[in-house]
């Protein structure tokens, strides 16, 4: 009889490591820009060729796109920003690509311009993107596809220790199971068990990456919730906070406002602030992730 | 059990889309299994028949069928993938959230069970974003995979929560498969039931059968298998399955006849079929009372 080692399959064939972006698109760009440096994200770098804005926080980078076509296919910007894609870093781009659509995902259109990075992605829920980006360790995309912003810190520090916590995606009814073999099989993601949350909204499905460092979250629509538009898409960013009222007081004093509603209340646990341009609100969420 | 359980298949009825969706309509059902054909042979282009579709207030039982897609390498492969994506956009314009797709008949095509389990993954895969669930179905003269047995076992080993069973009583009851392999299945995936029936007793080869598909099959209550297509649907309520069955019902007398008079065949065989259902099943709910 040979002898077996019990060694466990590779959690993350992909080398997934963090996120490395993730993006808006909006109509209103200067309007969510002002929103977003109450936040703390401050504008680096313009994109050469489309109207795209980096934004940038401690290891935060945040796109806003208001091109015109700001996803191949897809409809214009609307005025509501929309979360439309998150860019994971991997160990090999065109490697994850090739494998996610082995196993079924849906390619996305290439949109490079001349001299400008292709940035491999797939397309995830509703018209949403996940790209994949392998450069972000000697030189980043950046370099090639932005132009720094004179004048600019290029590396503006986090306020309060914010990073990416994860993201809230919305999902249709009875929906998780199907959503979980996505991320599951394409990405490598698995289950939290049932009962363990962060913050101060335990609700749904959690998702970890395979790298630890970010956490996706499922909802599918509240209960006796007919009455309530819910359709599938990415609904909100969480950011980490090692003390989340320490960072609740810094943004506070920059004009953020806080839910306090029902059980909705700040805590050490989490916050959640109030909802901007008709769509946009921030989960904070207690974390010592180091990303 | 009852009406809102039962739908018809286009494929049953002659003519324009929107005659088809006024009759099943008027007939008093609520649902519809549509075919691609109605989309894309629609004088006025696909967005004219999805809008048909959706004016017409029936709910979409499913969209059928997308063929030989299983087991394949290569170009043969991708180029399977490309027609599977078409079809699955198709179905989510026409607001269907589940996909049938038949066992693959192509003697190119390998039966190796874990290359069919990785093809039905992927199919599962890239309807997920989609929100349309995928129901796999046994044809009875597939190359490698002809009885529902066979086809439940790659979808259980497949393992995919939007992946799932379509049981056509035709194709069971054309091979003989016995019912009792029912008692195999999880009633919860089990994504689509199929009723015909078919007017002769025995079918002697794959040739009579391929033709008796297409062109003989008849509602349950009219053919001479009555009393098997009745135990199967009250077996199937018994394991607890409240998905919807839909008429399958190829039949080339039943497409040159005026369609209010194939609607009303079709009204009378879920009676029938109910009738016999709610029958046999009196007994046993007082036998649960004492």
């Not at chain 1, 820009?33 to 313009?46: D, W």
């Not at chain 1, 894609?85 to 994850?96: G, H, I, K, N, T």
């Not at chain 1, 990416?164 to 199907?178: E, H, K, M």
């Not at chain 2, 394991?239 to 190829?250: A, L």
């Amino acid at each position: 009889m040979t002898a077996k080692e019990a060694l466990p399959e590779p959690t993350n064939p992909l080398g997934v490591d963090g996120i490395e972006f993730i993006e808006y698109a909006t109509s209103q760009p200067q309007a969510l820009g002002t929103v977003l440096q109450t936040m703390g994200f401050m504008p680096v770098a313009r994109h050469r060729s489309r109207e795209v804005m980096l934004y940038r926080q401690g290891s935060m980078n945040l796109i806003v796109n208001a091109h015109p076509d700001a996803l191949p296919g897809l409809a214009a910007p609307t005025a509501v920003p929309e979360l439309k894609a998150v860019a994971l870093r991997v160990r090999d781009a065109a490697y994850a690509w090739r494998r996610a659509q082995e196993l079924g995902a849906w390619e996305m259109p290439i949109r490079a311009s001349a001299m400008e990075l292709n940035i491999p992605g797939i397309h995830g829920a509703a018209d949403t993107l996940i790209y994949f980006v392998d450069r972000y360790k000697d030189f980043s995309i950046y370099d090639v596809d932005f132009v720094p912003l004179p004048g600019v810190a290029p590396r503006p520090p986090a306020l309060a220790g914010l990073h990416y916590f994860g993201v809230v995606q919305t999902i249709g009814p009875d929906r998780t199971a199907d959503w979980v073999d996505f991320y599951r099989t394409l990405l490598d993601f698995s289950v939290l068990p049932t009962g363990q949350y962060f913050g101060i909204l335990p609700k749904g499905t959690l998702l970890e990456s395979p790298c630890h460092k970010f956490y996706l979250q499922l909802l599918e629509p509240p209960p006796a919730s007919e009455d309530i538009v819910w359709t599938e898409g990415l609904l909100r960013i969480g950011l980490g906070a090692p003390d989340v009222l320490a960072a609740t007081r810094a943004l506070k004093s920059r004009g953020v406002v806080f839910v306090d509603r029902g059980a909705v209340q700040t805590s050490e646990k989490g916050a959640l602030t109030q909802v901007h341009l008709g769509g946009v609100t921030f989960e904070l969420v207690v974390s010592h992730l180091q990303p | 059990m009852n009406l809102d359980h039962f739908g018809m298949d286009t494929i049953t009825l002659a003519g324009a889309l929107e005659g088809k969706l006024r009759a099943v309509r008027d007939a008093g059902f609520a649902q519809v299994m549509l075919s691609a054909r109605d989309v894309v042979g629609h004088p006025d282009g696909e967005a004219a028949a999805v809008a048909a579709v959706r004016e017409s207030g029936l709910r979409v039982t499913g969209f059928q069928v997308l063929r030989d897609f299983e087991g394949l390498a290569g170009h043969l492969h991708a180029y399977k993938v490309d027609v599977a994506k078409a079809m699955l956009g198709m179905c989510r314009d026409l607001g269907s959230e589940l996909l049938l797709v038949c066992s693959s008949t192509l003697t190119h095509g390998s039966g190796d069970p874990e290359l069919v389990v990785r093809d039905l993954r992927k199919l599962a895969m890239l309807a997920v974003p989609l929100g349309i669930r995928i129901a796999y179905e046994a044809l009875s003269w597939g190359k490698h995979v002809n009885e529902y047995p066979q086809a439940w076992d790659l979808v259980e080993r497949a393992d995919r929560a939007n992946l799932g069973l379509a049981l056509d009583s035709f194709h069971a009851l054309a091979t003989g498969a016995a019912l009792d392999g029912l008692e195999g299945l999880d009633p919860a995936k089990v994504f689509l039931v199929q009723l015909a029936d078919f007017m002769w007793q025995e079918i002697r080869s794959p040739e009579e059968r391929i033709n008796t598909a297409r062109h003989f099959r008849v509602f349950p209550g009219e053919g001479v298998h009555g009393v098997e297509v009745a135990a199967l649907v009250r077996r199937l309520d018994e394991m607890g399955y409240r998905g919807d069955y839909s008429f399958e019902v190829f039949n080339d007398d039943y497409v040159q006849l005026p369609l209010p008079v194939v609607a009303r065949r079709a009204r009378q065989s879920v009676k029938w079929l109910t009738d016999q259902v709610s029958r046999r099943s009196l007994p046993i709910r007082r036998a649960a009372k004492r």
